[in-house]
C-alpha cells in the first residue's frame, strides 16, 4: 500500500477529501439535473434564513417600539386613590421618588370628552400635566413638531397629537372645544361642560394611539375643566352669606386641588414585583397600583405569540430547502457509485467517503446560510426604506399604521436570535447529509463495479 493510500486511510478531512467534495460541488453536463436541484437547495435555504432574519427583527423592533412610546408616557406604575381624594399629591410625590428605584414620579388629571375643530368631531382623552412633570418624559417633551413646551404652566391652551390635528382640521393658533357631560349641576339635571381652548402645541410621537387620542394641557387648568377641586373656608372665617360677591368668596376660601392618579416611573420597567411593597409603603396611604404589564397583558401575549408561531411557521422554509438536500446528495450517490467503488479499491474507507459526501451536503447549506445572512442583515436594517418604497411602486400602504399602531416599520436584530437562525440552518443542513453519506459508506466496491 501506497504512503498516498495510507495517509488516505488515516487523516480525516484530509486535502484529498475536500478536493472529492468539492468537485462533486461542481456540474457537469450529464450532472446538470443534479446540480440544478443543489442550486434551488442554496437559494431556498438562503430565503429561509433571511426571511427568518427580517421577520424576528421587524417583530423585535415592533414590541421594542411600542414598549419605549407606551413605558415613555404611561408610568411602569399607576397609582389611584383608596378612599379619599389625591389631595395630598404634592407632598406624596417627593417620598415616593426617594424610594430606591424610582425614577420619576408625575401627577395627572384625565378624563374622557369630545374633541370639535372645524366642523369634525372625535372622541378623545384630555390629561393634564405640568410642565416641571413634563420635562421627566424627554419623550413626550421632545415630540412637539409645531409651537414648543416653554411657558406651559402659564399658557392656557391645549397641546393635541398631528393626526388629531388632522382629523379635526386644526393647527397651532386654531381653537379645539372640549365638552364633557360631567358638567355643572342644575335643577334640571347635569350640564355638559363646554370649554374652548386655543391650540398651542401640536406633537408627534409616531405612535397612533397617542397622536390621534390623546389632548393634553396644563395640570389646573384640566383640574378647573373636571372640576377636580373643592373650596374650604379658611380657618377662623366664617361662612358667607348666600349673596356673597365672587370677591368675597375668593378671599374667604381656600381652593384644593386634586389629581386623578400618579404615574410612577422606575429605573428597570421589569422590576415592578419587587418594587410594589416599598413604593406602596412610601406613599404612607392606601392606593391602588396598576402596573404596566398587568394593563397591557393581553397585547405583549399576543406579540410574544405571534413571534413564536411566525418563527415556527418560517422554520418550515429552512425545514423543506434541507430535504432538497437530502434528494440531491441521494441522487448524487446514484451518480457516483462507480466513481464510490473506484475510491474503496484506492484505500479510501467507509468513513472517508462518508466525510466527502457530508461535506458536499454540507456546503451547500453553509452556502445558502451565509447568503441567507448577508441578505437578512441588509433587509433588516432597510426594512423602513423598501417598505415605503414598495408602497410608493405599488399604490397601496403596507403596513398602515392605523392597524399596527406605528407610523413606520421598526426593525432590531438580535444577535443571538441571528446565531440561532444560523446555528439551526447549519444543523439541519449537517443532518440533511447523514443518512445519503451513510448510504454512499455501505456500498460494495466490488458489486458497484460489477453492475455498474
Not at 409651537?147 to 398631528?162: C, H, R, T, Y
Not at 381652548?197 to 387648568?221: A, K, N, R, T
Request: hydrophobic letters at 50%; charged letters at 20%.
Amino acid at each position: 500500500m501506497s504512503d498516498a493510500t495510507q495517509n488516505l486511510q488515516n487523516r480525516p478531512f484530509s486535502r484529498f477529501e475536500f478536493m472529492v467534495a468539492w468537485r462533486y460541488l461542481r456540474a457537469r453536463r450529464q450532472e446538470a439535473f443534479i446540480s440544478v436541484i443543489a442550486a434551488l437547495t442554496l437559494t431556498g435555504i438562503a430565503i429561509g434564513v433571511a426571511t427568518l432574519i427580517v421577520v424576528m427583527s421587524v417583530m423585535n423592533g415592533f414590541r421594542a417600539e411600542l414598549l419605549d412610546k407606551i413605558l415613555g408616557l404611561n408610568g411602569h406604575f399607576t397609582a389611584f386613590p383608596l378612599e379619599e381624594q389625591f389631595e395630598d399629591y404634592e407632598s406624596i410625590i417627593p417620598k415616593i421618588e426617594g424610594v430606591d428605584g424610582v425614577e420619576a414620579v408625575i401627577a395627572f388629571a384625565e378624563g374622557q370628552a369630545l374633541a370639535s375643530g372645524i366642523g369634525r368631531s372625535t372622541g378623545v382623552a384630555v390629561r393634564g400635566i405640568n410642565e416641571r412633570d413634563l420635562k421627566k418624559m424627554p419623550l413626550f417633551a421632545e415630540s412637539a413638531v409645531l409651537g414648543g413646551f416653554n411657558g406651559w404652566d402659564e399658557g392656557k391652551g391645549v397641546a393635541i397629537g398631528m393626526r388629531l390635528a388632522q382629523n379635526l382640521g386644526v393647527s397651532v393658533g386654531d381653537s379645539v372645544t372640549i365638552i364633557t357631560p360631567e358638567g355643572t349641576v342644575t335643577p334640571f339635571g347635569t350640564a355638559p361642560q363646554i370649554r374652548t381652548y386655543p391650540v398651542d402645541v401640536v406633537f408627534e410621537l409616531g405612535m397612533v394611539e397617542f397622536d390621534s387620542y390623546f389632548v393634553y394641557m396644563p395640570l389646573q387648568l384640566a383640574q378647573n375643566y373636571f372640576k377636580l377641586f373643592r373650596d374650604e373656608l379658611k380657618d377662623g372665617l366664617e361662612p358667607l352669606p348666600l349673596d356673597a360677591t365672587d370677591e368675597q368668596i375668593d378671599e374667604s376660601y381656600e381652593r384644593i386641588y386634586s389629581v386623578t392618579g400618579l404615574e410612577i416611573f422606575l429605573d428597570d420597567p421589569d422590576d415592578i414585583h419587587t418594587m410594589r411593597e416599598p413604593v406602596q409603603a412610601a406613599a404612607e396611604r392606601p392606593m391602588i397600583l396598576s402596573d404596566w404589564q398587568r394593563r397591557n397583558e393581553t397585547f405583549f401575549s399576543a406579540l410574544q405569540v405571534e413571534r413564536v408561531v411566525m418563527f415556527v411557521i418560517l422554520s418550515m422554509i429552512i425545514l423543506v430547502a434541507v430535504f432538497n438536500i437530502i434528494s440531491s446528495l441521494v441522487m448524487l450517490v446514484k451518480e457516483k457509485n462507480t466513481d464510490i467503488a473506484i475510491l474503496r479499491t484506492m484505500g479510501a474507507t467507509r468513513a472517508s467517503i462518508m466525510r466527502i459526501f457530508c461535506m458536499t451536503g454540507t456546503a451547500i447549506g453553509f452556502a445558502g446560510t451565509f447568503i441567507g445572512l448577508i441578505a437578512g442583515l441588509v433587509l433588516a436594517a432597510n426594512a423602513e426604506a423598501i417598505r415605503a418604497w414598495i408602497s410608493e411602486t405599488i399604490g397601496v400602504t403596507l403596513f398602515p399604521p392605523e392597524v399596527f399602531f406605528l407610523s413606520s416599520l421598526p426593525s432590531k436584530t438580535d444577535p443571538f436570535e441571528v446565531a440561532f437562525v444560523v446555528t439551526l440552518a447549519l444543523l439541519l443542513s449537517f443532518a440533511a447529509s447523514l443518512y445519503p453519506a451513510w448510504r454512499a459508506a455501505q456500498y460494495d466496491p466490488v458489486e458497484a463495479l460489477r453492475y455498474g
